[in-house]
């Protein structure tokens, strides 16, 4: 018997969904929000309204793009968190409501763990255990993977997040959001060592991102008061310098993470995994540390259901069906060992 999911992403400002059968991707439809540009930041209202409204054409896209109806399904599977609740809200009732009217099961998925399960998708797949450095607008983490279902938190930030500290100091520099990708265009252009931001130290494999951000307005403001014309002169080098401390501080705890478990294998994983910096400096260290390195298709960088799908595809396999009384878990966690 084929296994067939339809599975809904809705945790921030992507309404997605996509179809798997049997562990293989048949459809990946994203709508992304465009809306939340011109407020420099995602506008948590505005994101429940437009997933409102994207939700029933980017299933039914997603159905014929796999070329099956409905009644091929056997499971519904959403994004239960992290994220934001008034847009997981649209997904889970959606799919509760969807496969409660075809009478199938449904699977709550950590969008989190879906990150890293993207690299299930296509091949080559990694083998266990391997670390992944799962970096997002929300979250940077460094995960210990063991299986596809077992994974423990080895370090974690204690404030902003790393594409956060990307989206804040684009802002900065005037840039719309999200201005990481923006950030990463600019910086192929410049000198990453034109100018120094500090890096502070936190224990063991935890970072911080708060302290850059905040040196960072000091030294614009700095800057523009000798010279009003000072970004638009130097963006190519400001972006580099910026986009080279910050992928300097993930790669440092990154090699902590990787000697202090003696793995040998690492995958990088969520939006900021599509910077072209931190894939380059990712395949630089794997050849001189002999590690072998997982890094994803960009399609499956940032936030889409193909992922939900693939989580949902092993989650199905171990009977892990959600309860109809579930609700949407903003701080859904993937569990952390404490140290
Ligand atoms: O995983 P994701 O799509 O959504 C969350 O779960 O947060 O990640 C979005 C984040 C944003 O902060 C965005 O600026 C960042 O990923 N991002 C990038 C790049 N592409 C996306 N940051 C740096 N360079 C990029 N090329
Ligand atoms: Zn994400």
Redesign the pocket.
């Known amino acids: 018997m084929n296994i067939t999911i339809l599975a809904i992403e809705s945790?921030?400002d992507?309404t997605a969904a996509s179809v798997i059968c049997n562990g293989k991707i048949l459809s990946n439809v994203v709508a992304t929000q465009e809306i939340h540009a011109k407020y420099g930041g995602i506008v948590p209202e505005l994101a429940s309204r437009a997933h409102q409204q994207n939700i029933v054409p980017v299933v039914l896209d997603a159905l014929n793009a796999a070329n099956i109806t409905k009644y091929d399904l056997n499971a519904v599977a959403y994004t239960q968190g992290p994220?934001l609740l008034g847009s997981l809200l649209v997904g889970v009732c959606f799919a509760k409501a969807y496969a409660m009217g075809l009478n199938l099961p449904t699977i709550a998925i950590n969008?989190m763990q879906a990150?890293i399960l993207a690299h299930f998708i296509d091949d080559p797949k990694p083998q266990f255990p391997f670390i992944c450095l799962t970096?997002?607008?929300?979250?940077t983490q460094l995960v210990k993977v063991s299986n596809h279902l077992e994974m423990e938190i080895i370090g974690q930030t204690n404030d902003d997040?790393?594409?956060?500290a990307?989206?804040k100091t684009?802002k900065l520099l005037g840039l719309p959001y999200?201005?990481?990708?923006l950030?990463?265009?600019y910086a192929q252009l410049g000198n990453p060592l034109a100018y120094k931001f500090p890096d502070v130290d936190m224990p063991e494999l935890d970072f911080s991102f708060s302290g850059i951000k905040t040196s960072f307005l000091y030294f614009l403001k700095d800057k523009t008061k000798h010279n009003p014309n000072f970004i638009e002169e130097n963006r190519n080098d400001i972006c580099a310098s910026v986009?080279h401390t910050l992928i300097q501080i993930l790669i440092k705890k990154l090699k902590k993470a990787m000697s202090q478990t003696g793995i040998t294998s690492v995958a990088i994983a969520?939006?900021?995994s599509?910077?072209?910096?931190?894939r380059a400096a990712l395949e630089k260290l794997a050849i001189q540390h002999h590690w072998k390195v997982f890094i994803p298709k960009l399609e499956y960088?940032?936030?889409n259901a193909a992922m939900i799908a693939m989580a949902a595809h092993y989650h199905y396999l171990e009977g892990n069906f959600a309860h109809i009384e579930t609700v949407p878990d903003p701080r859904m966690q993937i569990p952390t060992t404490l140290h």
């Open positions: 945790s921030c992507e994220g969008h990150h970096v997002s607008g929300g979250h997040a790393v594409g956060e990307f989206d684009a999200p201005g990481g990708p950030i990463d265009q986009q969520g939006g900021v599509a910077n072209k910096g931190l960088c940032t936030d």
